[in-house]
Structure formats: C-alpha cells, structure tokens
C-alpha cells in the first residue's frame, strides 16, 4: 500500500512537474566504500550537506560504530551487494566463470563474471545476504552486479550492438535452457560458438527471456530471504544506464535486466547514469530515469558521476551542476553519488552540491 501510494505521488509529480519532491522527502545519497576518520563528523557533514542515505560497503555496514552513529544522525543505511562480479571466488574455482559465445571466460580488464546458473552459488549468495541482514540490520539492501557480464562502463553511443557479449554459454547454462525451455539443440553442434550461434539464430527472444529471468529470480530469492529476516528492508537495484532501445534492446538482450520483472520484487531502482564516462550529455541521466521509471510502479533514483572515471577528459563544475539538477528533475525520486570519496577530493563540488540541493 505504501509503495503505491508513493508511485502514485511519483506519477503526479511527474505529469506536474512545479511539484518537485521538498528536500525532506527526496533520498540524497552516496556510495561510501570507506572511511578512515570518524563518524561523527562524516555524519555531521552529510546532515549539514543534506545527504540522508549512504549506499555502503559489506565492511562500513559491519562496522558497529559506523552503523550507530548513522542511526544517531538519521541517516539510513544501504549495504551494496555484489552478485555475480567475484573476482575472488573467480580465482579460486575458475570453472564458475561465465562463457560468452566464443566459448571463452567472459571477462575483459577488472570485469569478470560467475555464471548465474551454478545453484551453489546462487544459495551461498543468497545464504550471505540473509546472514549480513540479520547481523547489521541495514535499512535497506542494494544489489549491486545483479545482471549479465557486460562491461558497459566502456560501452560509448556508437558501439555497434552486435559487438556487445551475450553469455552464458557454459554447459550448465546450455542444458537448463534446452530443458526448461524444451528447446533440443541438433546433435551435430559441438563447439560453444556453434552451440551459440544456433540458439542466437534460431531462439533469440526464448534466449533473452530465459537468461532475464536468472536475473530476475536471483532478485526474487535475495529479497525474500532478506525480509524473512527484516520485515521493514528496502530492497534497491542498480541497472545498466540503457533506455529499453539502446543497443538493439541490449538492457534485455546483454545485461538480462528485465525492468519491469525486476520492479515486482523491488522497493527502488538505480540505473547508474554515469553519463561523462559514457560520453554522455548530462540531459541523458534525465532520459533514462524516465525510460525507467515509464515501465515501473517504483521510485527511480539515479546515481551520478562525481570524479573522472575511465575517460581523461575535464568533468568540470558546470558539468557536474547540470547532471545533479538533470538527476533531480521529476519523475526522479532523489540522487545517489557515486561516490562520497570522489566528491570530497573535489571540495568546490562539495560546495557546489550543497548550494544546488538548498536552491532545489
Ligand atoms: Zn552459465
């Protein structure tokens, strides 16, 4: 009931625009992944800039003291949940690794994906979710890589759509697909690419649908296990920042990321509208929250560029003033920056967000 009551406000404010959400009601929040000086100062300072979410490191949110004094200055807290990026356990048991169609691991630079059909690992996930849940009890629970292996942060306008990755192609993969889907592939087909090129050719929407909805029961099976321990959690998902029809429908098509399904088992949604390091106009992270947030019942909350990210070219003030107030237009439900430690080596964006949200 609440939900809709907030999509409805949501919607009202988006068809009356005049209406922008007041500060109070607005989540301003930002990615914190650590912190080496006090808490009560950073709290401080994120009461006085206006900040009243942080989106927080499995280790912040372990952190006792970190927890108490955020529940002391009213900030809630979100523990960032990675879910399918391990490098870690990667390492280890490299015969999790996702396969694209080349037959190859899907990985390029530092992004490097488990496939997303492997039950152990599905359980463990899901299993450490719960676990984090009941010992920190975060406000709310962001999951975070939560998709197909793609790595978008270097996926500018003008990539040709056929060039993306379309995994997983492992065995595993393969036979659940051609048994749940009742789909046999022909007996002469041996090697991944020719298994991969069949099922493009022949199956590609029962092959999209398929692979959203690992996704999406991923999603399913995280936030039931994390309400059965806290009732009251949010449950917020970052997406791929691609409007339904980029990249020839690639948010669906790579990244598995069915928006609408995925809505039904969330509270909120974060599309990561990086817009400088994807060559981006600031007026895009606008786009997108609208794309978005047209094909959902819930609050839609980009997260923005703060710092230089891959791309060497300036990010300058008026830049960065232009995507937090394209980030804050209606029908978006506040901001979250990415990140709190890339805002304070720029002390004059410090200054500047500020300014912005008390203007807004
Ligand atoms: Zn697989």
């Not at 988006?14 to 100062?41: N, Q, V």
């Not at 920056?337 to 720029?346: F, P, Q, V």
Request: hydrophobic letters at 40%; aromatic letters at 10%; a negative charge.
């Amino acid at each position: 009931m609440r939900i809709q009551y907030i999509s409805l406000l949501f919607l009202i404010l988006w068809i009356f625009p005049g209406c922008a959400p007041k500060a109070e009601t607005r989540m301003i929040g930002a990615k914190i992944y650590e912190h080496s000086g006090s808490y009560d100062l950073l709290f401080e300072s994120w009461n006085d800039l206006g900040i009243n979410t942080g989106f927080c490191s499995q280790e912040l949110i372990s952190d006792q003291d970190f927890m108490r004094q955020a529940r002391d200055h009213r900030i809630s807290t979100f523990l960032i949940f990675p879910v399918f990026f391990n490098p870690d356990v990667l390492a280890h048991s490299p015969h999790l690794a996702a396969i694209n169609r080349d037959g190859f691991a899907a990985a390029e630079e530092w992004v490097e994906f488990v496939c997303p059909s492997r039950e152990n690992y599905r359980h463990e996930m899901v299993e450490k979710a719960r676990r984090l849940v009941r010992e920190h009890a975060p406000d709310g629970i962001s999951i975070d890589f939560i998709r197909h292996f793609v790595y978008w942060e270097k996926v500018y306008p003008d990539r040709d759509p056929a060039s993306l990755p379309v995994s997983c192609f492992d065995s595993v993969c393969l036979d659940h697909f051609s048994k749940e889907r009742g789909i046999a592939l022909p007996p002469d087909l041996h090697s991944v690419p020719e298994k991969a090129g069949w099922i493009l050719e022949s199956h590609p929407e029962e092959w999209t649908r398929w692979r959203c909805g690992l996704i999406t029961s991923m999603v399913e099976e995280i936030a039931e296990a994390v309400r059965e321990e806290k009732t009251d959690i949010l449950v917020n998902i970052h997406l791929v920042p691609w409007s339904e029809e980029d990249f020839d429908g690639g948010r669906m098509r790579v990244a598995g990321q069915d928006v609408v399904a995925l809505s039904e088992h969330a509270d909120l949604l974060s599309p990561m509208t990086y817009a400088h390091m994807v060559k981006q106009d600031p007026s895009w992270v606008h786009a997108i929250t609208e794309d978005v947030f047209m094909k959902t019942t819930r609050p839609v909350i980009p997260s923005i560029q703060v710092g230089l990210a891959y791309l060497d070219e300036e990010f300058d003030l008026e830049e960065f003033r232009e995507t937090v107030e394209e980030a804050l237009k209606p029908p978006s439900g506040g901001v979250i920056l990415w990140s709190w430690e890339r805002l304070i080596a720029e002390p004059e964006k410090v200054e500047l967000f500020k300014d912005i949200l008390r203007e807004r």
